[in-house]
């Protein structure tokens, strides 16, 4: 007898450090949330080894159901573990005029039930109530009677401690092989960005890890629910516990099948209209392609405007879809849809101000064709080549090879000055001016501007560098020289090369450039002979300006 008892507390002591854990958060959170719910509605449910036993839901002999549930339960609690194992016998009798019948084991009374105790929905009688109670109430003691036997307790641990190891083996594995595939991931990740010039690898990267971390820790959890499910069933103690759990996990599961078949309908009637919805919008996008190529011809479609209409129709369109289709998503009608689109509809309200003036200030840009990619344009201080026209912003590129990026509405309320626009097969005229006093022939002035234009690379000598004489002023005329250039990005150096020509010009024949202005008039009047009216290199039949 003392080696079955030590060996009884042995197994028990095991028994209790391997899942004092599991019964404290899984037994003690069940048994206090199904009390929890009963006493709230005036009722009591009298448990037992996790079990529930009967419900109490009159007051009887001046006690509360709460009360008698608690007696009860103090009573049973105070069993031997001889008394456990006797059978369970019912009394009738009658208190008060409310007939009853009690329930004891050996001469030792357990509970009482009532006719007060039954629920009109059940229909049931009160043997039928004492009945079921009597045979839970056995169960129960039976299985308390069961977890003493040191046999069962040396089982449920030995499949216990199985069960741990293969649960920390698939831990393991689901570790090592989620290790094994990011780092294979990451590799690949690496490799590809080695050959693309835009590398993304970080932020992949890290995608991957929280896309992996997620789905390692559902499946750590996964094991760690099975193998407390499995655990609490080996022992007959804490076996409704098990149960429960393992019911909990098929009846979500049935849930997820059933509500899955029951949305299969609406769930392809949503992707049936998304793929129509792909199917237009693949179809005005060929057509779209085709205008942008030249070989579609649509009244007020422009080659310039084609890209930002084809958006536009593209968001008109899965817009459309996803309106069409939103009633038939599962859940759509739920209170948390309806809570996230008030919150993005909120959100929106707050941040879409400044969104949505750049939106339209870049409609009207594109609309307007004030500017194009490729253009040479100056807006304010800031002149370059157009690189990218934005939704809300656009990018240019300046002379010394940075990128200056522009709102929208900042270029819609600024001047644009777009040095392309009109070129054509002309290529883009550029010009500069010079001051010349009165005593130089217009004729020689004219004739050595466009001679510095022809010998300046980078210029187009077809069209000819034309001259024109903007003003005559008090002390000086103003000359401007107009030529015409392919490259507009090297604006700045083809404009220093000219006008280092120009100065070599004037040098070479003896003109004086008029700029800083006289600082005092000159003793005799600065006219210049008819017989030098065509000094060189002016032709005598040379044009007259602007010709």
């Not at 369109?317 to 948390?336: E, H, K, R, T």
Request: charged letters at 15%; proline letters at 5%.
């Amino acid at each position: 007898m003392n080696a079955v008892a030590a060996c009884s507390r042995l197994s028990a002591a095991l028994y209790w450090l391997a899942l004092v854990g599991c019964l404290f958060i899984a037994g003690t959170a069940a048994a206090a949330a199904l009390e929890a719910e009963p006493a709230a509605t005036g009722e009591a449910i009298l448990y037992h080894n996790f079990r529930p036993i009967v419900t109490f839901r009159g007051t009887l002999l001046g006690a509360s159901p709460a009360a008698r549930a608690r007696k009860s339960a103090d009573r049973i609690d105070h069993l031997t573990p001889s008394q456990m194992v006797l059978p369970i016998e019912l009394t009738p009798l009658t208190l008060d005029g409310v007939r009853g019948i009690t329930l004891t084991a050996g001469g030792n009374l357990l509970f009482g039930v009532a006719e007060t105790d039954l629920d009109p929905q059940e229909k049931l009688t009160l043997e039928q109530v004492a009945e079921s109670a009597r045979q839970r109430i056995a169960e129960a003691l039976q299985a308390d009677a069961e977890q003493r036997r040191p046999a069962v307790l040396l089982k449920g641990v030995g499949l216990s401690a199985v069960a741990t190891v293969i649960a920390f083996a698939l831990l393991w594995l689901i570790a090592r092989a989620t290790r094994m595939v990011v780092g294979r991931l990451q590799r690949l990740i690496e490799r590809e960005d080695a050959h693309r010039q835009l590398r993304w690898a970080r932020h992949g990267w890290l995608l991957v890890q929280r896309l992996s971390q997620v789905l390692m820790s559902f499946l750590w959890l996964t094991v760690a629910y099975l193998w407390l499910t499995y655990v609490l069933a080996r022992f007959p103690l804490t076996e409704p516990l098990g149960d429960r759990l393992g019911d909990f996990l098929l009846d979500l599961l049935e849930d997820i099948g059933t509500s899955f078949i029951g949305a299969m309908p609406s769930l392809t009637t949503a992707v049936v209209i998304l793929f129509l919805t792909k199917a237009a919008n693949d179809a005005i996008g060929n057509f779209f392609k085709a205008a942008k190529e030249g070989r579609v011809q649509a009244p007020g479609l422009h080659a310039d405007t084609v890209s930002a209409t084809q958006r536009l129709v593209t968001v008109m369109v899965w817009g459309l879809g996803i309106a069409i289709a939103y009633p038939f998503i599962p859940m759509s009608n739920s209170d948390a849809f309806k809570g996230l689109s008030v919150m993005f509809g909120f959100m929106f309200t707050l941040g879409s101000a400044g969104i949505v003036n750049q939106l339209m200030s870049g409609l009207v840009l594109v609309y307007a064709r004030a500017l194009s990619v490729g253009d040479f344009v100056q807006i304010g201080d800031n002149a370059g080549v157009v690189s990218q026209v934005g939704v809300l912003s656009t990018k240019i590129i300046n002379m010394r090879n940075e990128e200056i990026t522009i709102p929208n509405a900042v270029l819609v309320g600024n001047t644009i000055r777009n040095f392309s626009r009109l070129a054509g097969e002309r290529g883009t005229l550029v010009s500069t001016s010079v001051t010349i006093g009165y005593d130089t022939p217009w004729r020689q002035v004219h004739a050595m501007l466009i001679v510095a234009a022809k010998q300046t690379p980078g210029l187009r000598p077809v069209p000819t560098p034309f001259v024109y004489q903007k003003s005559l002023a008090d002390w000086y005329v103003e000359y401007e020289l107009f030529a015409h250039m392919d490259q507009p990005l090297e604006r700045v150096p083809v404009l220093s090369a000219l006008h280092a020509n120009i100065q070599d010009q004037f040098n070479t024949y003896g003109v004086q450039i008029m700029s800083p202005h006289f600082n005092s008039q000159p003793a005799s009047n600065l006219v210049v002979p008819r017989g030098d009216w065509h000094a060189a290199p002016a032709a005598p039949d040379a044009p007259r300006a602007g010709s």
